[in-house]
Structures are given as structure tokens and as C-alpha cells.
Nanobody
Framework: QVQLEESGGGLVQAGGSLRLSCAAS????????MGWFRQAPGKEREFVAA????????YYADSVKGRFTISRDNAKNTVYLQMNSLKPEDTAGYYC????????????????????WGQGTQVAVSS
């Protein structure tokens, strides 16, 4: 099992930046593909970004491509999400997940493929 804890959320003006962190404990996070998802009030949890076990391959939702960067430091059991040029529509709770179920193309986008989740960190972007 792995426990995940997100941090780094907050209130920022449009155009600003935040860096989210997801610290893993228990089984090392390097055993898992890791993803960031977000959920706004009244909406489904949606895919934001994902990174494979080694950190050599990354994936992004079209809505954040070019603005967000996912990375991982396996020595620190931590995954990061650098968010630049933030927009009000980025306002949501952000959750990291760990998965060993990337068995098919695009599996990283499906939240049902993630076995472990953190409690989330809130991001609010004001206009």
C-alpha cells in the first residue's frame, strides 16, 4: 500500500503560478505510475497530467498542455505539478493518484485505474 499527501495549493491571481507536491509513504512511489486529477464543485474528477514510473514519459490534458509540468523525484518519493499561467477555470481540488493499471493506451487518463488517492489540495485562481 501507499499513502499519498498533497500540498502546495492556495489562492493565486490569474497568470500566477503554484507548485503542488504529492508525497508518498509506505510502498515507494517509484513502483507506480502517478497522476494528477482535479475536481471542481459539481463536476467529475478529470485528468490533468500523469508520469510513468521512471519519470521518462509524461502526459497532459489538452487544457493544461504548455502551462503545467509534471515531474517526480523517486529518491524523495514525491511527485510535483508546476502550474504556470493559471486561469480561473483551473480552480478545483487537485488530487494525486498512484496506479499499476496502465495496461492499455490512454489508461493513465482513467481515474478508475488508480488504486490510491490523496486527500487533495485546493487551488483557487481569481480573475
Amino acid at each position: 500500500q501507499v499513502q499519498l499527501e498533497e500540498s502546495g495549493g492556495g489562492l493565486v491571481q490569474a497568470g500566477g503560478s503554484l507548485r503542488l507536491s504529492c508525497a508518498a509513504s509506505g510502498r515507494t512511489s517509484s513502483s507506480y505510475g502517478m497522476g494528477w486529477f482535479r475536481q471542481a464543485p459539481g463536476k467529475e474528477r478529470e485528468f490533468v497530467a500523469a508520469i510513468n514510473k521512471s519519470g521518462g514519459t509524461t502526459y497532459y490534458a489538452d487544457s493544461v498542455k504548455g502551462r503545467f509540468t509534471i515531474s517526480r523525484d523517486n529518491a524523495k518519493n514525491t511527485v510535483y505539478l508546476q502550474m504556470n499561467s493559471l486561469k480561473p477555470e483551473d480552480t478545483a481540488g487537485y488530487y494525486c493518484g498512484a496506479s499499476n493499471k496502465w495496461y492499455y493506451s490512454g489508461a493513465y487518463k482513467d481515474k478508475t485505474n488508480y488504486d490510491y488517492w490523496g486527500q487533495g489540495t485546493q487551488v483557487a485562481v481569481s480573475s
